[in-house]
């Protein structure tokens, strides 16, 4: 027989896993997104390289605590603006 502790297991674990698919899919559209925008503005090396930023940025331990992916954007962006900013002298 189940009982009530395994069926709420199993349902908890249906729902975190249905999150982690949500996640990976919000991720895709907002790298796309990124990528494509700082292709359109910066070219196809500045766009390889910031997608590379991006996906480092959400490999980082403490994005696992996260739970959009936006903060990897945030974070390759300013990594973006830095390298392609002039120079102040």
Not at 18 to 30: K, T
Request: a positive charge.
């Amino acid at each position: 027989m189940c009982d009530k502790r395994s069926n709420s297991s199993l349902r908890d674990r249906r729902q975190s896993s249905l999150s982690d698919v949500e996640f990976y899919r919000a991720a895709e559209r907002e790298l796309a997104s990124f990528y494509q925008t700082v292709l359109k503005m910066h070219g196809p090396e500045e766009a390889q390289r910031a997608a590379e930023q991006w996906i480092a940025e959400l490999q980082e331990p403490a994005a696992a605590l996260l739970s959009d992916p936006r903060h990897a954007t945030i974070n390759a962006a300013r990594a973006l603006a830095l390298r392609v900013a002039p120079q102040r002298g």
